[in-house]
């Protein structure tokens, strides 16, 4: 998380969890409660509910910008994240108002293909 994802300058802070919304790893300041974390990963199986409901991530409501059953973005204000799921987990980026959302969601979405590719 801090070195792949806030390492690189692209993300504020990042998270990842499990399919089943547990906590793998946060960076400081930075946290997704297990409710918060299965309904984001609920959200890639029905991307339609989560458009209209929203993403809830540290107790903030975001609005979905996009969801499929691999990426949801979301943004309140200047801020926001993306997160896509690999084959194991879920990884979360988050920006804020210094970083460039296309900045983050790459950074996310390459580290995703990496672990995709590698079987996570």
């Known amino acids: 998380v801090d070195q792949q994802l806030v390492g690189t300058g692209n993300c504020a802070k990042a998270a990842i969890i499990g399919h089943?919304?547990?906590t793998w790893a946060t960076s400081a300041g930075f946290k997704v409660s297990?409710?918060?974390?299965?309904?984001?990963?609920?959200?890639?199986?029905?991307p339609g509910g989560i458009q209209g409901s929203g993403v809830l991530m540290?107790?903030?409501k975001y609005m979905t910008l996009r969801a499929d059953n691999r990426s949801i973005y979301c943004k309140k204000g200047a801020?926001?994240?993306?997160?896509?799921?690999t084959g194991q987990s879920i990884l979360i980026g988050w920006y804020d108002e210094n970083i460039q959302p296309g900045q983050c969601s790459s950074t996310v979405e390459r580290l995703a293909d990496y672990?995709?590719?590698n079987g996570y």
């Open 20 to 22: 089943d919304g547990n």
């Open 34 to 46: 297990p409710q918060e974390g299965a309904s984001l990963a609920a959200g890639f199986n029905n």
């Open 58 to 60: 540290g107790g903030i």
């Open 79 to 85: 801020t926001g994240a993306a997160c896509v799921k």
């Open 115 to 117: 672990l995709i590719d």
